[in-house]
């Protein structure tokens, strides 16, 4: 059997094994456990029933993302992913809290944006037990000019229905542009509406994007699709709620109106998209 294919069978039986079993590394003398250990974290007890939703394994291998890769996570709020990817990228990777800009921004919005880069580090150092140190976190408006085109991969998860209607579109995707190297990708997870869905849905107050317009709006900033994975997606949501896609798991914004349908539902439907720079 060949090696790649013996790790990829090791990596699927361990995520299928009990939470104390512990994995073999990825590689030789690699610094990091593999993604079964990660997710196995007791540091992640309160993340896990939303797994089954998310697929972090699936996700993060469709953005082609390996230990040792520098990675910067744009609004990552209450580190779902965080605690996923700072012991798994490893002592050899890094990964970077990145947030938007506050030139649009005002009031409130303006003040928590602000208070980002000094706010995050110490968070993510306490979900995760590594240094804060070693976690650096900026808005895309004061990005170093040391870390212009050395990231590997930017994740957007389920935030471009934010960015479209709150004006950070352009500035944040120049910026994340610019971050990333000449072979960097960008990955995408968005709650995704129905093809034919009225544009007075589709324009992000309730969630929702029609997939066509978030890889058009993508693309004319200076990207291009390069693969689409249906990993995220749930044909139960029918995308149409009223009260948009927090009426489902884990919001609900509801509360206890209808909770058991919701419930079962689940999650919203997703696009889950990677885009590579274009010259």
Known sequence: M????FLAAVLLAAIAAPAAVMAAPDAPGAASPTMATVLADPRRDKDRVRDAFRHPAETLDFFR?????????????????????????????QYIGISAGTATASGDTKTRLAAFPAAFPPKAAGWTGVPEARIPA??????????K???DRVMIMREVH?????????NDLTAI????????LLGIEEHRAKAD???????GTMGYMREADVIALIEAHGFR????SEINGNAKDSANWPDGVWTLPPVLTLKDKDRAKYEAIGESDRMTLLFAKRP
């Open 138 to 147: 900026f808005n895309l408006d004061a990005v170093p000019a040391e870390r």
């Open 225 to 228: 699709l390069v693969a689409k």
């Open 149 to 151: 085109g050395t990231v």
């Open 177 to 184: 542009r610019a971050l990333l190297k000449d072979d960097g």
């Open 65 to 93: 993302i390996k230990p040792g890769m520098t990675v910067a996570d744009y609004m990552p709020s209450g580190g779902w992913f965080t605690r996923i990817l700072v012991p798994y990228l490893g002592e050899k990777g």
């Open 197 to 203: 869905a009225p544009a007075s849905y589709t324009q």
């Open 2 to 5: 060949r090696k790649s294919a």
């Open 162 to 170: 934010n960015m479209w209607p709150d004006g950070y579109l352009y």
